[in-house]
């Protein structure tokens, strides 16, 4: 069965960190492009951040750039989420997902074939 699993998010301070996890169970994360998408109540997936196999070229949105780092471990079948400078605005569920034909286009969450559970990020003193 495949399976991702999201980690890693929690209450931190604004100008805190956080690092996300997506573990993968029953695939290969390294033949598909994963990305990094966050939701707000009422409001559709925001792309924040992909990677394709061979880890070029990564996109980032415009809101995250500078600020958080995506990258992999193939040998832990798992895709991270560095995110630092965290902003209020920053809150949200965070969900990773794998696109099997790795166009990775931010804008195209529908591209995206499997999703994980979503894990929380608040940001707030």
């Known amino acids: 069965q495949l399976q991702l699993v999201e980690s890693g998010g929690g209450l931190v301070q604004p100008g805190g960190s956080l690092r996300l996890s997506c573990a993968a169970s029953?695939?290969?994360?390294?033949?598909?492009?994963i990305g990094w998408f966050r939701q707000t109540p009422g409001k559709k997936h925001e792309g924040v951040s992909c990677i394709r196999s061979g880890d070029t070229p990564i996109t980032y949105s415009d809101s995250v750039k500078g600020r958080f780092t995506i990258s992999r471990d193939n040998a832990k079948n798992t895709v991270y989420l560095q995110m630092d400078s965290l902003k209020p605005e920053d809150t949200a569920v965070y969900y990773c997902a794998a696109d099997v034909q790795a166009n990775c286009v931010l804008e195209r969450a529908w591209e995206y074939d499997y999703w994980g559970q979503g894990t929380q990020v608040t940001v707030s003193s």
């Open positions: 029953g695939f290969n994360l390294d033949y598909y492009a």
